[in-house]
């Protein structure tokens, strides 16, 4: 069964500094994967996808998530963090091809302290 | 970017009355979702539709839940009757292709049952 596994609940990281948040899935097959944003009040907005192809993706306002497939993760990084980006960060998986039906993660909440 | 908005935005209802959630999906998309989140767990795939179909549901879509979208109006999830169980935060998303790869979500809708 699919499922995605952010281990990280909280991340507290100081403006400027480097972030990395985790994220690991497990499906059999080729997965779509993808990083959601939620920013207070809002809908989740999509931040990148990885389909196939260079493993390294690139998203929205400097964010990027790497694909390894040998270690089933899926880890979305940013080199130099700002305020606006404190918000909820989900991960998530679906089936190649499937309609729509995505697999979360419980999210992670990152708060950049100034 | 493309919005999809949620009525209401939250409401209280008693136990075993019906209520109706209501979702404006982005003008020119043709599938339509919906999530649910119980606090503290992870979002979760309720049904796709397309075409006026349901396209495929998960166990969570109980008997008691309908949706439909007359005449490209609302997207709409319905639950009658309504259990403490539903208790959650629904997201209704929308999409332009069917392999769903970029989903639109809305902010929610908490609906509290008591």
């Known amino acids: 069964a699919q499922s995605v596994t952010q281990p990280d609940a909280r991340v507290t990281v100081s403006e400027g500094a480097s972030l990395q948040l985790r994220c690991k899935y497990s499906?059999?097959?080729?997965?779509?994967l993808f990083w959601y944003v939620q920013y207070p009040r809002q809908g989740l907005q999509l931040l990148l996808k990885?389909?196939?192809?260079?493993?390294v993706v690139q998203g929205v306002n400097g964010f990027e998530a790497e694909f390894i497939k040998s270690n089933s993760s899926f880890h979305l990084r940013k080199a130099s963090v700002h305020w606006s980006d404190s918000a909820v960060y989900f991960c998530?998986?679906?089936?190649?091809?499937?309609?729509?039906?995505?697999?979360f993660g419980l999210g992670t909440t990152l708060q950049v302290q100034p | 970017g493309p919005k999809v908005l949620q009525i209401p935005s939250h409401q209280i209802i008693d136990m075993g009355q019906m209520v109706t959630l209501n979702c404006d999906p982005v003008?020119?998309?043709?599938?339509f979702y919906w999530y649910k989140q119980i606090l503290g767990q992870q979002m979760e795939f309720l049904v796709n539709?397309?075409?006026?179909?349901?396209?495929?549901k998960s166990k969570l879509f109980k008997d008691q839940f309908s949706v439909e979208r007359p005449d490209g109006s609302y997207f709409t999830l319905k639950i009658q009757p309504t259990a403490l169980e539903d208790s959650a935060v629904y997201f209704c998303?929308?999409?332009?292709?069917?392999?769903?790869?970029?989903?639109?979500f809305g902010e929610g809708s908490r609906l509290i049952v008591v």
């Open positions: 003008s020119n998309h043709l599938y």
């Open positions: 998530a998986v679906s089936a190649t091809g499937n309609t729509g039906k995505l697999i």
């Open positions: 499906y059999s097959g080729t997965p779509y």
């Open positions: 539709f397309y075409n006026g179909k349901v396209m495929e």
């Open positions: 998303a929308s999409s332009l292709d069917s392999s769903g790869n970029t989903l639109y």
């Open positions: 990885y389909y196939s192809g260079d493993p």
